[in-house]
């Protein structure tokens, strides 16, 4: 028998990409969809609007912006991502003292507070004595004094405190004064991690498991190689304590993972409210709606929630009684598969919706607020086709009138 | 005669930039799938690694007059890196428990049937090995680039790409004796 047999098994054969897919990928990646941000005018806006909030302290990151001065300029390319250089989404504002009730929060006495770091969907107190407090929509985690600074690259630096959601807080050593951070193999293949410089001190908002930290320093730049698993772990490093907001606590936990990811669509997150879900699992689709027309998805995982997306670019399928607007689904064994469906339906005249599959077996979707959530298991692998092609949808009336769509 | 990778990834125009999409589009994106065990995720993936291909166009020199050794790489470093921290990423892995969960026996049992059973378990013990150990096997293994691509692109001698994955090995044979 051969080693790969023995070390490799059963691993899938390659196969044809699908049109369906093919077109999808390319209208993402090749700019030919919805027109995206750049992002580095989102960057630059969020950094004027620190600076005009009277972040007095802020050093947003060069690395981020000369990273991408050569591609900015000239030809015109593909819409950017969020997902190319780590972290870059989540610009950092700085603020003296602590906001708010913050301070009392994290149990800090307000004028021991140093200023607070604001990111993505979190705000970080820093204390004059280096002790740390991170605040999220469902969480607030301190640092555990007596665990020290972990030096890096000699003196030319030390990490303070790694928050639960994966925030690095570093200190420059004396005259350093740059800090870089790249992740990727060792060689080519270099992505940007981005750093914010706060005083002396550098945060790192989104750390990578493993980075390569460069410090400009008097004599020169200095490398240290991190890898978080190398550094003490959340337990030693922190005490978190959930900290829900009013209301539904798989939507609290939806909106604290997206707004942790820059997802800007949450707004004010008081305002979402549940909608359909499907029946507890292990996944669960949860449809979340703020009230005023629009809807989010979320798949709820051991009864967690996770990052939400908001309902996908029309055109949607269906109509003013049925809308579908958002599929997902996973695969499952090798030759299966599930599908989740979620949309919006007219509720004051609609009493049922049925999905029907290809196969011929029905799944009776939950309705709730307006909005359903429907779950196909036992698909066939998602390559072969559209997600939802040749799927039947009843929707039910009362007086027993229906109608229905054949998806695409 | 079409161009190679290499001159169209030195004309660095939006239309090379298509062509190299479509060139390699469906081979990365298999590569995406066997790197995360999900289909939906696979395309996630596939869009963000050419999307990090344009970004870094200007500071890479191809290997072997192909992009795609370089494209494994991306993708394998999003999937261990910032990807796998954004949510789409999460989304897509939820059936891998977070250190704060810890299912019960029922989810245990639907877990598992529910589960990409034999590519899940290998992308797990994957994930455990050694870095440089886990890039061969990620390249070599999952990607099928020959050793010498896989050496080149990581910098590194082909005896030791061959070592990584014979280490590698020995390990995932050890963890599937247990």
């Known amino acids: ?408 | 005669m079409p161009d190679t990778d290499a001159e169209l990834w030195a004309r660095g125009d939006k239309p090379a930039f298509a062509a190299l999409f479509d060139r390699h589009a469906e081979a990365v994106w298999n590569h995406a799938y066997r790197l995360t065990a999900s289909w939906s995720l696979a395309e996630d993936l596939t869009s963000a690694t050419f999307l990090a291909a344009w970004r870094r166009r200007s500071d890479i020199t191809l290997v072997r007059d192909s992009a795609l050794p370089w494209l494994y790489t991306v993708a394998g470093n999003l999937a261990r890196t910032e990807f796998r921290r954004l949510g789409r990423f999460r989304r897509a892995l939820q059936r891998i428990p977070g250190d704060d969960v810890v299912p019960d026996h029922a989810e245990r049992v639907v877990a598992s049937v529910d589960d990409d059973r034999a590519l899940r378990r290998v992308l797990d013990v994957v994930a455990s090995l050694p870095r440089a150990e886990r890039e061969a096997v990620e390249l070599v293994l999952l990607g099928e680039l020959s050793t010498a691509e896989a050496a080149e692109v990581l910098g590194v001698a082909e005896v030791s790409v061959r070592s990584r994955i014979s280490r590698a090995r020995a390990r995932l044979r050890a963890v599937e004796e247990r």
Not at chain 1, 19 to 34: A, H, K, M, S, Y
């Open chain 1, 1 to 408: 028998m051969s080693e790969p047999d023995l070390t490799l098994p059963d691993l899938p054969p390659r196969r044809p990409m699908p049109p369906d897919v093919r077109e999808r990928l390319r209208r993402g990646v090749l700019g030919t969809g919805r027109a995206r941000a750049p992002l580095a005018a989102a960057a630059a806006a969020a950094a004027v609007a620190a600076l005009a909030a009277g972040g007095v302290i802020f050093t947003q990151s060069v690395q981020f912006a000369e990273s991408n001065r050569h591609h900015d300029t000239g030809v015109v390319g593909p819409p950017t991502s969020p997902s190319v250089t780590v972290g870059a989404q989540a610009a950092v504002s700085v603020v003296p003292k602590a906001t708010g009730d913050d301070a009392a929060r994290c149990g800090f006495p307000p004028a021991d507070v140093r200023f607070t770091i604001g990111l993505p969907g979190r705000r970080i107190l820093v204390t004059g004595a280096d002790r740390f407090c991170e605040i999220t929509y469902t969480s607030i985690t301190h640092d555990k004094p007596g665990i020290g600074p972990v030096p890096v690259a000699g003196s030319a630096a030390s990490l303070l405190w790694s928050s639960g959601s994966g925030v690095i807080v570093g200190r420059k050593g004396p005259g350093t004064s740059r800090v870089e951070a790249v992740t990727g193999a060792q060689v080519g293949v270099v992505l940007p991690v981005a750093v914010s410089e706060v005083e002396d001190l550098f945060v790192i908002p989104q750390s990578a498991t493993w980075m390569v930290l460069t410090f400009t320093t008097p004599s020169g730049p200095a490398e240290a190689e991190i890898s978080t698993a190398a550094l003490p772990d959340q337990a030693s490093w922190s005490v978190r304590q959930d900290a829900m907001p009013p209301g539904d606590p798989a939507v609290a936990q939806c909106l604290d993972e997206s707004m942790r990811d820059g997802e800007s669509w949450v707004g004010d997150p008081l305002r979402w409210r549940p909608g359909a879900a499907t029946a507890a699992d292990v996944n669960a689709l949860l449809v979340m709606h703020d009230g005023a027309g629009r809807t989010a998805y979320c798949q709820v995982y051991h009864g967690r929630g996770s990052s939400a997306v908001p309902e996908d670019d029309p055109p949607h399928q269906g109509d003013a009684m049925f809308r579908l607007r958002h599929v997902t689904g996973y695969a499952s064994d090798p030759s299966q598969a599930t599908v989740l469906l979620g949309g919006t339906v007219d509720t004051t005249q609609v009493i049922g919706v049925e999905v029907t599959d290809p196969q011929g077996r029905t799944a009776q979707a939950v309705l709730r607020d307006g909005t359903f959530a429907a779950r196909l298991d036992g698909q066939p692998p998602f390559t072969a086709r559209s997600l939802t092609k040749g799927f039947v949808v009843r929707v039910l009336f009362r007086q027993n009138v229906s109608t229905t769509f054949t998806l695409e």
